[in-house]
């Protein structure tokens, strides 16, 4: 099969009559023919508007079909750029200024402040209008004024499909611009890791603003000529019906979301048994070891926990589909060469705690219009990613942290996840954070917030206990906080970095 560089180019393989994009509303789906074809109508439209290949088209639209759709065909136009629905008018003006967005796609009838924005600013605006009528994502673009496109006709692979910011901390965000080619290749990578085929349908509970939903879920379904299923997002108490009425074969998530549906999975075993899935998968973060196991046992299938990153087109490492998988690790290098490099960019041996660095076809080039950044991310012609990890003895890659989360307790550095695994193994925990607190003397001092099971009590001092028995001492958590719920990020990532400010801790 040809390796296709374009998004246009993946889906021609796609059987004809065959699903590529479905809805939980109950709409026919938009099979491979009507979506090429839908393709070549919204490439017409943008180019009668003026906007052509890198030209940057801000989406801001629900989740849904008519994402997916938008994605995939203004992707083979222009270049995408999605942004958080949830988004204030000033963020939306932030982003669409720093941006130069020519255009912004907002769906009919949405009172989204995003139109203020797009309207402050100039910036033309087109309405998405859905046809009902036909297949689900099927759309129509309305508005703009007519013009000329400086670069007229369907992308090319070294195109630009998509920029998105990166999630800083306080520093000003970057922009990442993701060619053709990138976004082509980790589709294909995932699609690899997961043996995906024509006959897999995966269930999209990830907000399609976020890169692991659209090359994960998204992308890499068309790419292996299957389907992608598309939820309004993430709905705990509509999930296990999603599945029965859909029978997805697969569905791809972060880690707070596993969590969450394996803390209702016990009362949906009927559902599990009769709609089962051909595996899960997870990324983004790192999933607890237990909760691996548990979700395992309780469907029955295969959890692939996969390492990704905006700035590689998602994925750089799998565990492997047919075993053995590692519980917290993340897995064998899945698409791009993985290394682990020393700070004066030697690379390091098996074994050996460094910063995990990569390179290959999914990888940017460079962040845009940053050269201070660029000069700090790349070395050697690899790209950093600040995350710190090591080899092991088969090859599979452990991470010990984010270079910028590790605690520095007075000299001795400690890994947020090697805590949270620990705490994720007592029987009375849902999740566990761990998290930095300023300390006087020390610097840092570790801290956890801890969500129970439902049903179940636990002091911090028996936390404590527990941990004391499993960790060194300086790792155990001096302050313990029972909360409901982690705060998280608008993807459902938890928020390590800033924690214990936004919760008023000190110690």
């Known amino acids: ?14 059987a004809a009559s065959s699903p590529a994009i479905r809805a939980t509303e109950g709409r026919p789906a938009l099979t491979y023919g009507a979506l090429r074809d839908l393709v070549g109508t919204t490439v017409a439209a943008l180019n009668a508007a003026g906007i052509g290949r890198g030209d940057r088209v801000g989406i801001v639209l629900p989740n849904g079909p008519e994402m997916a759709a938008a994605f995939v065909a203004v992707a083979s136009a222009a270049t995408t750029a999605p942004l958080n629905p949830s988004y204030r008018q000033e963020e939306f003006e932030f982003y669409l200024d720093d941006l130069k967005a020519r255009a912004l796609v907002v769906l009919r009838g949405d009172e989204t402040p995003a139109r203020a924005a797009g309207m ?13 009528a036909s297949g689900a994502g099927a759309f129509a673009l309305e508005g703009g004024a007519p013009g000329r496109a400086a670069r007229p006709g369907p992308a ?4 630009v499909a998509l920029v998105l910011h990166t999630s800083g901390t306080t520093a000003r965000p970057k922009i990442v611009p993701l060619t053709h080619a990138n976004v082509t290749a980790s589709a294909r990578h995932i699609g690899v890791a997961l043996a995906l085929t024509p006959a897999d349908t995966c269930l999209n509970i990830m907000p399609l603003f976020h890169i692991h939903g659209l090359i994960a879920a998204v992308l890499s379904s068309l790419a292996a000529g299957g389907a992608v299923c598309c939820t309004p997002g993430f709905d705990a108490l509509r999930f296990f019906r999603w599945i029965d009425e859909e029978r997805p074969s697969w569905y791809t998530a972060v880690p707070t979301m596993h969590q969450t549906i394996l803390a209702r999975a016990e009362r949906k075993r009927d559902i599990i048994a009769r709609a089962p899935l051909r595996l899960l998968r997870s990324s983004s973060a790192s999933l607890p070891g237990p909760v691996m196991q548990q979700l395992e046992a309780v469907f029955g299938a295969p959890l ?3 390492y990704g990153m905006t700035e590689a087109a998602h994925q750089m490492c799998s565990n492997p589909l047919a075993g053995p998988r590692k519980p917290g690790k993340v897995g064998l290098p899945a698409g791009p060469e993985v290394a682990v490099m020393a700070d004066d960019g030697t690379i390091l041996p098996q074994g050996s705690i460094g910063e995990v660095v990569i390179r290959g076809p999914n990888v940017m080039a460079g962040y845009d ?3 201070e950044a660029n000069a700090k991310a790349f070395l050697n012609g690899w790209f ?10 088969d090859g599979f890659l452990l991470l010990t942290g984010r270079l910028k ?34 300390h006087a003397k020390l610097g840092e001092e570790v801290g956890a917030a801890i969500v129970l099971r439902d049903g179940q009590a636990l002091t911090e001092r028996e936390l404590r206990d527990f941990a004391a028995v499993r960790l060194a001492d300086f790792k155990v958590p001096k302050k313990v906080v029972f909360l409901p719920e982690i705060p998280k990020g608008a993807t459902g990532k938890l928020m390590r970095i800033g924690l214990a400010e936004k919760l008023g801790i000190s110690l």
């Not at 033309?124 to 009902?132: C, K």
């Not at 090319?156 to 195109?159: G, I, K, L, Y």
């Not at 605690?407 to 930095?436: C, M, W, Y």
């Open 156 to 159: 090319e692979a070294e195109d």
């Open 1 to 14: 099969m040809v390796a296709h560089q374009t998004i246009a180019g993946l889906l021609a393989d796609g």
């Open 384 to 393: 950093r990613t600040g995350d710190q990890g090591l080899f092991d003895e």
């Open 369 to 371: 219009a940053n050269p």
């Open 405 to 438: 989360e590790l605690i520095n307790r007075g000299g001795e550095k400690v890994s947020p996840l090697e805590v949270d695994g620990v705490l994720s193994e007592h029987p009375a925990v849902a999740q566990a954070l761990t998290f930095a607190i300023p």
């Open 304 to 306: 692939v926990e996969s």
């Open 120 to 132: 402050k600013l100039g910036v033309p605006i087109l309405e998405l209008v859905p046809d009902l």
